[in-house]
T-cell receptor, first 111, second 115 residues
Framework: GQQVMQIPQYQHVQEGEDFTTYCNSS?????IQWYKQRPGGHPVFLIQ?????EVKKQKRLTFQFGEAKKNSSLHITATQTTDVGTYFC???????????FGTGTLLAVQP | DSGVTQTPKHLITATGQRVTLRCSPR?????VYWYQQSLDQGLQFLIQ???????AKGNILERFSAQQFPDLHSELNLSSLELGDSALYFC??????????????FGEGSRLTVL
């Protein structure tokens, strides 16, 4: 079945450093979504990318969707302590109606 | 507040028992999704309903079942509980369903502990 992997599993950065998480799917995705889950919280939607090669920015966050629509990345510039949490990508693969979540990347930010 | 309500927030029960988790989607949303999140694990897709009908199925155990009622609320039934069923169960809703769906709105989850 469809698998969505993310690397790294965990990253610890100093406040002000940049951070990137990568998302790779075993199948072509019709779109990709990104969610953030704060510790003890529930996933919250960040963004959706639909087009091949699409790049979107939200303040310090930059999201990319790969040309082959099988991978995506989230880059955070100059991390802040408020960025702490687990970042998940999620996508619909092929003809499936299942929104499959990636394995997630836990970001820790040291002040 | 996402607008998705899940009850109960916490539940402690014994092995072999049966529990029911309830979810009320956001007003106007027709799709309901159930995900399982074990400790330090990702979100495992269980099942999706759209306007009362099952739309997609993930790796949901045969001991688990779900349904969506005419008022669009959903229930996830977990039976013959095992220790490994201890997890956070999230419900999410969206306006539509399928690959054209936009964002999912998640509830705060129901934490199940099986002793």
């Amino acid at each position: 079945g469809q698998q969505v992997m993310q690397i790294p599993q965990y990253q610890h950065v100093q406040e002000g450093e940049d951070f990137t998480t990568y998302c790779n799917s075993s199948t072509t995705l019709s779109n990709i979504q990104w969610y953030k889950q704060r510790p003890g919280g529930h996933p919250v939607f960040l963004i959706q990318l639909v087009k091949s090669g699409e790049v979107k920015k939200q303040k310090r966050l930059t999201f990319q969707f790969g040309e082959a629509k099988k991978n995506s990345s989230l880059h955070i510039t100059a991390t802040q302590t408020t960025d702490v949490g687990t970042y998940f990508c999620a996508g619909y693969g092929g003809a499936t109606n299942k929104l499959i979540f990636g394995t997630g990347t836990l970001l820790a930010v040291q002040p | 507040d996402s607008g998705v309500t899940q009850t109960p927030k916490h539940l402690i029960t014994a092995t072999g028992q049966r529990v029911t988790l309830r979810c009320s989607p956001r007003s106007g949303d027709l799709s309901v999704y159930w995900y399982q999140q074990s400790l330090d694990q990702g979100l495992q897709f269980l099942i999706q309903y759209y306007n009362g009908e099952e739309r997609a199925k993930g790796n949901i155990l045969e001991r688990f079942s779900a349904q969506q009622f005419p008022d669009l609320h959903s229930e996830l039934n977990l039976s013959s509980l095992e220790l490994g069923d201890s997890a956070l169960y999230f419900c999410a809703s969206s306006l539509s369903g399928g690959s054209t769906t936009g964002e999912l709105f998640f509830g705060e989850g129901s934490r199940l502990t099986v002793l």
